[in-house]
């Protein structure tokens, strides 16, 4: 799967959020320009864990861009496919 997809993904869970599409690009940052609070953050790991059947916590202090939440997927996609062969 490609980083386009995965934002897309991204983007699509967003915005069931009731985050409007325009205000989402790659260096949207989840807690800083979004204002997401824990439950959403839980929501957005529990909706690419369904979609995309990779795991990725985003509890942590570090504050992420769309793009790095991308990279972090695409990160554990690669991981659970090598574990898989």
Sequence with gaps: MDTR???DTLQGILTELGIPKESLNQNTLLRQDLQLDS???VEIALGLKR???VSVKLGGRQD???????NLVEAARLTSSQNAS
């Design 5 to 7: 997809n995965v934002m």
């Design 39 to 41: 439950t959403e953050t």
């Design 51 to 53: 979609q995309l059947g």
């Design 64 to 70: 992420l861009t769309l793009a790095q939440l991308c």
